[in-house]
């Protein structure tokens, strides 16, 4: 059974630092693996997706990382601002159209 | 554009009640449909997904169950509600039958059972 996990589960940084998440599963066998950004008591956002072939993604200042042999993700946020502030999720989709989900971790970026 | 609606956004019913959310998508056809829970310190626990009109799959064993009527509507109901159905429940869209599609999510309803 695919079991992800996030750590750390919070983390408050300055504005203007860089932001490393990381986000580790345990099957390899997956089809992508992506990157999701949640506001308190809002839906989700999709950040990025990586495929299983894929080393990484870059949207702007994120980018996203994927070793699927050691079953890693890091999500990058550079030059962190207070709007950046939220909850990032990482899912890996593997057989039968499932995501599986990271707990997340919550970040506060410090104005 | 695609759009995902989810009603009510709030909901607060006493336990033994019977629930109704209502998730609809429109700009696209026949998508994948997804039920979430998100409970309190827990994370996003897949519920029900659904490939098409009538076809439910149910992930856990619990009080709640789904229905797709129509091509881009999706419900989910339960007969009697418990506490322990009290959580943030998210629908989701994606693009059926490939390993490349995204999820995107609706606003989500958040249920509170007392």
């Known amino acids: 059974k695919q079991e992800v996990t996030q750590i750390p589960a919070a983390l408050s940084v300055p504005e203007g630092e860089n932001l490393v998440l990381n986000c580790s599963f345990t099957d390899s066998a997956i089809y992508n693996l992506q990157w999701f950004r949640q506001d308190p008591g809002k839906g989700l956002t999709s950040l990025l997706l990586?495929?299983?072939?894929?080393r990484e993604q870059t949207s702007g200042r994120l980018n996203a990382s994927l070793d699927k042999s050691s079953g890693r993700s890091t999500l990058y946020i550079a030059a962190s601002q207070p709007g950046d502030s939220a909850t990032y999720l990482c899912a890996v989709k593997a057989a039968g159209n499932k995501l599986t989900f990271g707990g997340g971790t919550r970040v506060l970026v410090k104005p | 554009s695609q759009t995902i609606h989810q009603w009510p956004a709030t909901l607060v019913q006493p336990v033994g009640s019977p629930l109704s959310l209502e998730c609809t998508v429109e700009?696209?056809?026949?998508?994948?449909l997804y039920w979430y829970r998100q409970a309190a310190g827990r994370g996003l626990q897949l519920l029900f997904y659904?490939?098409?009109?009538?076809?439910i799959s149910s992930e856990v064993p619990q009080n709640l169950s789904a229905s797709r009527p129509q091509d881009r509507q999706f419900i989910l109901s339960s007969k009697k509600l418990l506490l322990s159905d009290s959580g943030f429940y998210l629908c989701?869209?994606?693009?059926?039958?490939?390993?490349?599609?995204?999820?995107?999510f609706g606003p989500g309803t958040r249920l509170t059972v007392l």
């Open positions: 990586i495929q299983s072939s894929q």
């Open positions: 659904s490939v098409g009109i009538g076809q």
């Open positions: 989701a869209w994606s693009v059926g039958g490939t390993s490349t599609d995204t999820q995107y």
């Open positions: 700009g696209t056809s026949n998508p994948n």
